[in-house]
């Protein structure tokens, strides 16, 4: 029998080494990464998105707010790619983050709290 458990981590701090270590179990030294970008909150380490962005709904963030992405630590890279970003209600049509300025926000706050 195999069980799979996928480990959420909501940071509003810098990360320690041992919520690194967790977050990257599913992907080895990638990620996937939802960021509130108005509170500086990053929810890590599931397999998808959406498992990211529904916890983080219930810890209280808005949806307008929170914004998909990951970062590559054998690289540094820092992407912003994800279907929860598809909003056209917010004039963003690709999974891509199109805002220079939430793509800004998305960056520093998984830098700071990752890096």
């Avoid at 069980?3 to 940071?11: A, G, K």
């Avoid at 599913?26 to 890590?44: N, P, T």
Wanted: aromatic share 8%; proline share 1%.
């Amino acid at each position: 029998m195999v069980l799979y458990l996928s480990m959420i981590i909501i940071l509003t701090k810098k990360a320690t080494e041992e919520q690194i270590k967790k977050m990257c179990y599913e992907f080895g030294s990638y990620i996937k990464v939802v960021v509130e970008i108005e509170k500086g909150i990053l929810a890590g380490g599931a397999a998808m998105h959406y498992d990211e962005e529904q916890t983080l709904l219930e810890y209280g963030c808005k949806q307008e707010n929170l914004w998909g992405g990951g970062i590559d630590f054998a690289t540094g890279a820092v992407d912003y790619n994800s279907m929860i970003n598809v909003r056209p209600n917010q004039e963003n049509q690709s999974r891509d983050i199109l805002s220079q300025e939430k793509r800004d926000k998305f960056k520093a706050i998984t830098e700071e709290l990752l890096l």
